[in-house]
């Protein structure tokens, strides 16, 4: 990381906290790219406060974080010169109350606050000299809200929660706020060694529990995240067209179009749940894929081997609702 500038135009305090910053980035960012970024943002921070970052308030960072919003900048942006904020602020300033978590929730927070040529960060009054509130409940509750807070898939939300909480009960009965990496590190060699899981498996508990430590707990984890299993390579069982049309003439006609739809248009099983009906395009023979993985739309293709199907599909349910409609009007 180039340091060698930020003396200019900076008091040597403020030189010092910077310093006492970029050591710690390392833990954080392991992209050697991504480490100088975070402290340009730091550095940038600190040549517009200097020696006030001593006795800055949240509402001076929650108003940085605005101004940045309002300039443009998209929000992966934002969120990192918040994480520099924060190292900087906890780890260069020693100010070891600002925690990185709690300040991520009061920005995506306040972020949702703001409204065209408004400024919410003026209402503030919170100092870093008073704890930040932190969300109540267990850490299965505040992982779950801060999951959703990003926006991060249900399916994702499930299975981090059921891993943090198989992590609390492989460490029972100690307090869960008491556990380290190093249980972690524990924890994945027991999966491994006892029972036996694949990668992918374990892949997924280190992401979890690496998760829960760096969001919810603001703990650096070190050489834990340096801990995943190389993914086996494994010839993929494939069907042949016959197999595969001998399979969907046993289903049953819903479950049978929902597969047919599956195998000809390439969605995932949730996206083909989720379908509407104005999200099947019959005269481009096309299907719009309203936020699929990742929260992108994208169009694929409809299978003119089920469009039949589909519409006729598509005529029963309707009529299915007119009926209701009529009994419920007959009711009234």
Known sequence: MAGDAVSKGLTTSVNQWLENAQRVIPQYERDAKRQDWVFQRMVAFARIHG????????????????????????DWQVMQALEAICLLLSFGCGRRNVRLPEVREQWL????TLVPGGSAAATLASQFDSPLPSPSGSIADRLSRRLRLLHYARRTEEAYVNWWRRFV?????????????DDAGRFLEHLAVERQVSASTQGQALSALVFVFKEILGTPVGALEMTRAARSRRLPVVLTREEVAAILAEMPHTYGLISRLLYGSGLRLLECLRLRVKDVDFQYRQIIVRDGKGEKDRVTVLPSAVEATLREHLIRVQQRLDGMAQ???ARA
Do not use: N, Q
Not at 57 to 73: H, M, Q
Not at 169 to 179: H, K, N, V
């Open 51 to 74: 020696e006030r970052l001593a006795t800055l308030r949240l509402a001076d960072v929650l108003g940085y974080l605005e101004v940045l919003t309002r300039r443009g900048e998209k």
């Open 169 to 181: 009960g492989f460490c029972s009965p100690r307090e869960e706020g008491a556990l380290s990496p």
């Open 109 to 112: 927070e306040h972020r949702m």
């Open 327 to 329: 009994f419920a009007s």
